[in-house]
């Protein structure tokens, strides 16, 4: 893949399914960031994420921990 033209940064990809790998390694560090007294930090949960980013990691992050409200839309 030509990263001019395919959009890739860093060709060759080492695995076909690198990005998705890539994103899932995103999330759970992302929800590491929750972590308190051993909970290790990510939630005991069914965790389904679909289009999903730091942005929406970090604020349903923020609505676990309790220190925002998400909008239920946002969410779905």
């Known amino acids: 893949i030509d990263s001019m033209s395919g959009g890739w940064l860093n060709p060759p990809l080492r695995f076909d399914d690198e990005p998705c790998r890539h994103k899932i390694l995103d999330l759970i560090g992302d929800f590491s960031l929750l972590a308190r007294n051993g909970s290790q930090g990510f939630p005991i949960a069914h965790v389904v ?8 990691h970090t604020s349903f992050l923020h609505h676990l921990s309790g220190e925002t409200s998400v909008d239920q839309g946002t969410l779905a």
């Open 49 to 56: 994420a679909y289009k999903a980013g730091h942005a929406l």
